[in-house]
Nanobody, 122 residues
């Protein structure tokens, strides 16, 4: 079973920055497109960003230009640099292997990690 561990969340003021990191068991990160997703209270989990095996990046419109996804196959991590944070970015952030199905990015593995809480105050 794949293990996914997210870290780096916290409380930040609007306009601030945070860097999230995802560690995964085995060769999950070097063998898959990887993505970040988030879930705000009372809302469904949504796609945030993804990076392909060739390091092509994809972003939700709401974060494009502010967030940057990157991978390090040596450290076996996937990071999400978040700048110019807004209160609407407040959510629990999750990573997972990612794929496109019916035009939408989704997580590959059913077992998600515990996520990391990001809270942006206004």
């Amino acid at each position: 079973q794949v293990q996914l561990v997210e870290s780096g969340g916290g409380l930040v003021q609007a306009g601030g920055s945070l860097r999230l990191s995802c560690a995964a068991s085995g060769r999950t990160i070097s063998s898959n497109a990887m993505g970040w997703f988030r879930q705000a209270p009372g809302k469904e989990r949504e796609f945030v960003a993804a990076i392909s095996l060739t390091d092509t990046t994809y972003y939700a419109a709401s974060v494009r230009g502010r967030f940057t996804i990157s991978r390090d196959n040596v450290k076996n991590t996937v990071d999400l640099q978040m700048n110019s944070l807004k209160p609407e970015d407040t959510a629990v952030y999750y990573c997972n292997a990612a794929r496109v199905r019916r035009g939408n990015w989704e997580g590959v593995y059913d077992s998600w990690g515990q996520g990391t809480q990001v809270t942006v105050s206004s």
